[in-house]
């Protein structure tokens, strides 16, 4: 494998002005490297998931005017697409590296997952790390530590999956932009092979 790790470089392509401009530096500098991950962990992902798996390199084809400000390579058991599926992302803001499993807006049985999760959510707060992190918007760099997180907090997270029709639910890591670019590529290989392999319950529960 030729993946070489990320680079202060990398990170700043998300400060780069102009759609096409940054359209261009994404192409270059970061989708190679999304596309080596992408192969690289699509077996992986196949056998602990015990599903054939496939990896989609964002495209932000839709754009015509706003450039964006993260970028992510996603895998799901669909050849076509990972929006309606429940799916592992790999990907970076300006700031950091995410790794995430992820069920987003366009998933048709979010409701029937909320309830899942509700029933399970025992297990889910004493399993879930205190250094990961939750998201209820993938288009946000926000997110709701662990560590800070009561039990009722993350029912309600839960609950909303159930109620809210635009809900998200997201759990993962991120690793600071700083550290993200010290790590070698095997480090960072190894870390995220750790990641998913903590966010495998979830993953089978959806």
Same mark, same amino acid.
């Given at each position: 494998?030729?993946?070489?790790?990320?680079?202060?470089?990398?990170?700043?392509?998300?400060?780069?002005?102009?759609?096409?401009?940054?359209?261009?530096?994404?192409?270059?500098?970061?989708?190679?490297?999304?596309?080596?991950?992408?192969?690289?962990?699509?077996?992986?992902?196949?056998?602990?998931?015990?599903?054939?798996? *496939?990896?989609?390199?964002?495209?932000?084809?839709?754009?015509?005017?706003?450039?964006?400000?993260?970028?992510?390579?996603?895998?799901?058991?669909?050849?076509?697409? *990972?929006?309606?599926?429940?799916?592992?992302?790999?990907?970076?803001?300006?700031?950091?590296?995410? $790794?995430?499993?992820?069920?987003?807006?366009?998933?048709?049985?979010?409701?029937?997952?909320?309830?899942?999760?509700?029933?399970?959510?025992?297990?889910?707060?004493?399993?879930?790390?205190?250094?990961?992190?939750?998201?209820?918007?993938?288009?946000?760099?926000?997110?709701?530590?662990?560590?800070?997180?009561?039990?009722?907090?993350?029912?309600?997270?839960?609950?909303?999956?159930?109620? $809210?029709?635009?809900?998200?639910?997201?759990?993962? *890591?991120?690793?600071?932009?700083?550290?993200?670019?010290?790590?070698?590529?095997?480090?960072?290989?190894?870390?995220?092979?750790?990641?998913?392999?903590?966010?495998?319950?979830? *993953?089978?529960?959806?």
């Amino acid at each position: 494998m030729t993946f070489s790790g990320f680079t202060d470089k990398d990170f700043e392509v998300f400060t780069i002005d102009g759609l096409d401009e940054r359209m261009e530096a994404l192409k270059q500098h970061i989708r190679p490297k999304l596309e080596e991950l992408g192969s690289h962990f699509t077996p992986q992902l196949s056998s602990l998931v015990g599903d054939e798996m *496939y990896y989609h390199v964002a495209k932000h084809a839709r754009r015509t005017k706003n450039p964006p400000n993260d970028t992510w390579v996603a895998f799901a058991a669909n050849p076509r697409g *990972y929006k309606m599926m429940p799916h592992f992302q790999i990907g970076l803001w300006e700031t950091h590296l995410f $790794v995430w499993f992820a069920l987003i807006y366009e998933a048709p049985n979010k409701e029937k997952f909320g309830k899942l999760l509700e029933r399970n959510a025992d297990t889910i707060f004493s399993q879930t790390p205190e250094d990961f992190v939750w998201s209820t918007d993938h288009t946000k760099p926000d997110v709701i530590p662990q560590s800070g997180l009561s039990k009722d907090e993350l029912l309600s997270l839960f609950n909303r999956l159930q109620t $809210v029709k635009k809900a998200e639910i997201l759990c993962g *890591y991120q690793i600071p932009r700083d550290k993200a670019i010290t790590l070698s590529s095997d480090e960072l290989i190894e870390k995220i092979e750790v990641v998913f392999k903590t966010l495998l319950p979830l *993953y089978k529960l959806a």
